[in-house]
């Protein structure tokens, strides 16, 4: 992958960069899903350097890898990933979350390069990816349909119709994977509907599993290169993940699902990313 000044793009830094502009977004208007968001930030990272094959300068590119963010509302980090790729002008992040921008608060593709898909309401992004992936095994299409799901959407009856649906179609070119950072809206996901053993409900269904540190940028890159795991089996990635990872008093805490840090919180979160306030 290229970044959008002709240099190899670095997930690791990319990774960083998108930590602090996704901060910054959320404390400027006063957003939130600041902990959702850094906890699938190294995925995305690597994602966009290393496994997807887009194109910044086509992003209807017929033959392109498509990617539903399923857990639309942690958008924040997309959006930058997308400008940093190149994908639209990183101007267009002044306005995010405004009346009328162009960046919903919830992912949108309408006018945005780079987004398949409009997502937000939770277990819609699996079923939209499979009937994605069924429409291109059967034109006979050589791209591949990646999602990310959240873990607390793992509760939507139809997330389950979908890992029905994708093996018994048998839907290799279907890449979910589970951004599993344990904490939901409104409780930890044990205490609000416990999901495991998760990676045994899966491969029960009759998908290839794998289970993968989420921040482990080297891991990540090395499991999502070899896609599909097994031919005629759709692939399920649980991401191992910490919501808020990267700023310490973030980490693991239910409150940031939905809040966004003040002026002094929000300096101790750029020190600890190493940027001075």
């Known amino acids: 992958m290229r970044s959008n000044n002709g240099h190899e793009c670095n997930p690791e830094i990319l990774a960083k960069r998108v930590r602090l502009k996704t901060l910054r977004l959320i404390h400027r208007v006063r957003s939130s899903h600041i902990g959702s968001a850094f906890s699938m930030t190294d995925l995305l990272a690597v994602l966009y350097t290393k496994i997807l094959r887009v194109d910044p300068n086509r992003p209807d590119w017929a033959e392109r890898d498509r990617f539903i963010l399923s857990k639309g509302h942690a958008c924040a980090p997309l959006y930058v990933v ?106 930890t996901v044990k205490e609000v509907l416990g999901l495991e053993p998760f990676a045994a409900k899966w491969r ?46 973030m980490e693991n805490k239910l409150l940031w699902h939905y809040r966004a840090p003040d002026r002094a919180e929000m300096a101790k979160a750029l020190a600890e990313l190493g940027v001075e306030g």
């Open 204 to 249: 029960a269904f009759g998908w290839a599993v794998r289970e993968i540190d989420g921040h482990d940028l080297e891991q990540i890159e090395q499991v999502l290169s070899n896609v599909p795991f097994e031919a005629g089996k759709p692939t399920c990635v649980v991401a191992h993940t910490v919501k808020g990872k990267g700023v310490s008093f």
């Open 82 to 187: 997308l400008a940093e790729r190149g994908f639209f002008p990183g101007e267009w992040l002044n306005d995010f979350y405004q009346n009328g921008a162009r960046l919903a608060g919830h992912a949108t593709h309408v006018g945005i390069p780079g987004v398949d898909v409009s997502t937000g309401s939770l277990g819609h992004g699996l079923p939209i990816a499979c009937g994605m992936a069924l429409a291109g095994k059967r034109d006979g299409k050589a791209h591949r349909v990646f999602t990310m799901l959240s873990d607390g959407e793992c509760d939507e009856g139809s997330t389950w119709e979908a890992v029905l649906f994708a093996p018994h179609h048998q839907l290799d070119n279907l890449i979910t994977i589970v951004d599993y950072n344990k904490i939901q809206s409104l409780g």
